[in-house]
T-cell receptor
Framework: AQTVTQSQPEMSVQEAETVTLSCTYD???????LFWYKQPPSRQMILVIR??????QNATENRFSVNFQKAAKSFSLKISDSQLGDAAMYFC???????????????FGKGTHLIIQP | GAVVSQHPSRVICKSGTSVKIECRSL??????MFWYRQFPKQSLMLMAT?????????EQGVEKDKFLINHASLTLSTLTVTSAHPEDSSFYIC??????????????FGPGTRLTVL
C-alpha cells in the first residue's frame, strides 16, 4: 500500500515571502500521479497542482511550483509571493495509475497548516 | 471548472437513525465517484469507490452494511449511514472524476457534509 508523509504539521511565512511544504511518499509503482490540494476553513478541497510521475519537468501553476524528485520519492510544494488567501491546510496526495477496485482513489498525507503573517 | 455538490451540508440526527448524503456532479457525467471521511484536524481517508451501475468498492475496515453507497446515475451517488452512532460523527466528502481517460482526469471535490450523531 502507498503511504504519504507530510512531516510539517504547521508552517508560518510572512506575506510576500516564499515557503516550501514537504511531502514524501512510498510506493512500489513506477508510474503514478501526485497532487497538492488546499483546504481553506470552508473545508472545500481545491486542487492546487498535479504532477505525472513519468514527466521529468516539474509542474508549475502561477505562484505554485513543485520540486519532484522521483528517486527520492519527494514532492515538495513551493509557494512564491505568499498571499493572505493562501492560508489553509495543504494536503499532498498520491494516486495509482490503475483504475477500478478503488485503485484510483487518493491517498492523502496528514496535511500542513499554512499560516500567512501580514 | 467542474462542480460537485453535496446535500445536506450538515445534519444532526439521533443515534440509531439512518442518514442519506447526496453527491452530484453538476456539469459533467461521472462514472466514478469517491467517498472520503475526515475527522477533526485529520486527513481524508478513502472509504469507498462508487461506480455507476455496479457495486461500490469499499476500503479495508469500512463496513459496507453500515455505509451503503448507491450510484444510480452518471451524476448522482448517495451515501447512507445506517443505524448511526456517535462514533460515526465526522465530515464526509465526496469527489467525482471528470470525464476522459483515467490517465488524465482529475477528481473534483464536493463541499462536504458534517454529520453529528447525538
Amino acid at each position: 500500500a502507498q503511504t504519504v508523509t507530510q512531516s510539517q504539521p504547521e508552517m508560518s511565512v510572512q506575506e510576500a515571502e516564499t515557503v516550501t511544504l514537504s511531502c514524501t511518499y512510498d510506493t512500489s509503482e513506477s508510474d503514478y500521479y501526485l497532487f497538492w490540494y488546499k483546504q481553506p476553513p470552508s473545508r472545500q478541497m481545491i486542487l492546487v497542482i498535479r504532477q505525472e510521475a513519468y514527466k521529468q519537468q516539474n509542474a508549475t501553476e502561477n505562484r505554485f511550483s513543485v520540486n519532484f524528485q522521483k528517486a527520492a520519492k519527494s514532492f515538495s510544494l513551493k509557494i512564491s509571493d505568499s498571499q493572505l488567501g493562501d492560508a489553509a491546510m495543504y494536503f499532498c496526495a498520491y494516486r495509482s495509475p490503475y483504475s477500478g477496485g478503488g485503485a484510483d482513489g487518493l491517498t492523502f498525507g496528514k496535511g500542513t497548516h499554512l499560516i500567512i503573517q501580514p | 471548472g467542474a462542480v460537485v455538490s453535496q446535500h445536506p451540508s450538515r445534519v444532526i440526527c439521533k443515534s440509531g437513525t439512518s442518514v442519506k448524503i447526496e453527491c452530484r456532479s453538476l456539469d459533467f457525467q461521472a462514472t466514478t465517484m469517491f467517498w472520503y471521511r475526515q475527522f477533526p484536524k485529520q486527513s481524508l481517508m478513502l472509504m469507498a469507490t462508487s461506480n455507476e451501475g455496479s457495486k461500490a468498492t469499499y476500503e479495508q475496515g469500512v463496513e459496507k452494511d453500515k455505509f451503503l453507497i448507491n450510484h444510480a446515475s452518471l451524476t448522482l451517488s448517495t451515501l447512507t449511514v445506517t443505524s448511526a452512532h456517535p462514533e460515526d460523527s465526522s465530515f464526509y466528502i465526496c469527489s467525482a472524476r471528470s470525464p476522459g481517460t483515467s490517465v488524465n482526469n482529475t477528481q473534483y471535490f464536493g463541499p462536504g457534509t458534517r454529520l453529528t450523531v447525538l
